[in-house]
T-cell receptor, first 116, second 114 residues
Framework: GAGVSQSPSNKVTEKGKDVELRCDPI?????LYWYRQSLGQGLEFLIY????????KSGLPSDRFSAERTGGSVSTLTIQRTQQEDSAVYLC??????????????FGEGSWLTVV | GNSVTQMEGPVTLSEEAFLTINCTYT??????LFWYVQYPGEGLQLLLK?????DKGSNKGFEATYRKETTSFHLEKGSVQVSDSAVYFC?????????????FGAGTRLFVKA
């Protein structure tokens, strides 16, 4: 697509429920990233995919968080048994495999998650 | 590991004032450096970038020079406008971090008063 597309744009869920957040990267981009932005905070790296594999999962905050990517395209971030501290904006970004020009990444609009 | 440190905000300036937002980094290898901006109610977007030492990135009147000797990439603008009010994020991307992960500083919020 023309840009990074994320869904849902807003999600309110009850504590303890599972949620799935979806990201559709820019067509042809092999790298995909998930970040979390809490209110008034910076960007917290969660996970990075190159193709379908995730060489860096170091940012996932707990085993309640998981992510997958299939077909080198769409990715899903799943949060199980949500807690109130999971409330944040979850940002997806994608980029081409970086070359000499640097790895510019393009962000989606984010999925606003509120756990009540 | 790699890291990015930028000055804490918020920064409040009057219109036409000079802006500097400091950014320093720690990285192995030769990272690319970026400034991203998040305007109110919008997503993050690239403002400028530099891919090697002594390069200067520029866009919309903003500039930043990649200084390897001081590991810095400070953002400057000679005359800010109210429309520059936003959160600015310094970032680096390196091919030596287990992939091509881009990491961000904490962000600096800028308020420009008319």
């Amino acid at each position: 697509g023309a840009g990074v597309s994320q869904s849902p744009s807003n999600k309110v869920t009850e504590k303890g429920k599972d949620v799935e957040l979806r990201c559709d990267p820019i067509s042809g981009h092999t790298a995909l990233y998930w970040y979390r932005q809490s209110l008034g905070q910076g960007l917290e790296f969660l996970i990075y995919f190159q193709g379908n594999s995730a060489p860096d999962k170091s940012g996932l905050p707990s085993d309640r968080f998981s992510a997958e990517r299939t077909g080198g395209s769409v990715s899903t971030l799943t949060i199980q048994r949500t807690q109130q501290e999971d409330s944040a904006v979850y940002l997806c970004a994608s980029s081409q495999t970086p070359g000499q020009t640097g790895n510019t990444i393009y962000f989606g609009e984010g999925s606003w998650l509120t756990v009540v | 590991g790699n890291s990015v440190t930028q000055m804490e905000g918020p920064v409040t300036l009057s219109e036409e004032a000079f802006l500097t937002i400091n950014c320093t980094y720690t990285a192995t290898g030769y990272p690319s450096l970026f400034w991203y901006v998040q305007y109110p109610g919008e997503g993050l977007q690239l403002l400028l970038k530099a891919t090697k030492a002594d390069d200067k990135g520029s866009n919309k009147g903003f500039e930043a020079t990649y200084r390897k000797e001081t590991t810095s990439f400070h953002l400057e603008k000679g005359s800010v406008q109210v429309s520059d009010s936003a959160v600015y994020f310094c970032a680096l991307s390196s091919p030596y971090t287990g992939g091509f992960k881009t990491i961000f500083g904490a962000g600096t919020r800028l308020f420009v008063k008319a």
